[in-house]
C-alpha cells in the first residue's frame, strides 16, 4: 500500500509544482515581458521618427539651429502610441521643416 501512495503523492507533487510554474509564467514573467516588448517598441519609434527628422534637416538648405532644438522636444514629446502617425507624418512632409513641426507639435498634445 505504501508504493502506491507514494507514487500518487510524487505525481500529485509533479502536478502542483508544473501549475506554480505555470501560474508564475502568466502572471509575473508574461507581463514582464509584455511591458518590455511594449516599450521596446516606443524607443525605436521614437528614434525613427528623430532619425527622419533629422535627414530632412540634412536635405533643407536653411534651417534654424532652434528649430532643431524645438522640433526634437517636440518629437520626444509625443507620447508611443501615436508614434507611428508621426513616422507617417515626417515622411509625407518631406523635407519641409515646417510641416514636420506641426506634425510633431499635433500629436505631442
Not at 509575473?28 to 530632412?56: C, W, Y
Not at 508621426?86 to 500629436?107: F, T
Amino acid at each position: 500500500m505504501q508504493i502506491g501512495g507514494t507514487v500518487v503523492t510524487a505525481v500529485v507533487r509533479i502536478v502542483v509544482l508544473a501549475a506554480t510554474l505555470a501560474l508564475v509564467y502568466f502572471f509575473v514573467i508574461r507581463p514582464v515581458l509584455d511591458t518590455t516588448e511594449t516599450v521596446s517598441k516606443g524607443i525605436t519609434e521614437n528614434q525613427r521618427s528623430l532619425n527622419r527628422a533629422n535627414d530632412a534637416f540634412r536635405q533643407a538648405t536653411k534651417f534654424d539651429p532652434e528649430q532643431q532644438q524645438r522640433l526634437t522636444t517636440n518629437i520626444k514629446q509625443v507620447p508611443t502610441s501615436k508614434l507611428p502617425r508621426l513616422n507617417r507624418c515626417i515622411a509625407s512632409a518631406g523635407a519641409n521643416l515646417d510641416r514636420i513641426e506641426r506634425c510633431a507639435k499635433r500629436l505631442s498634445n
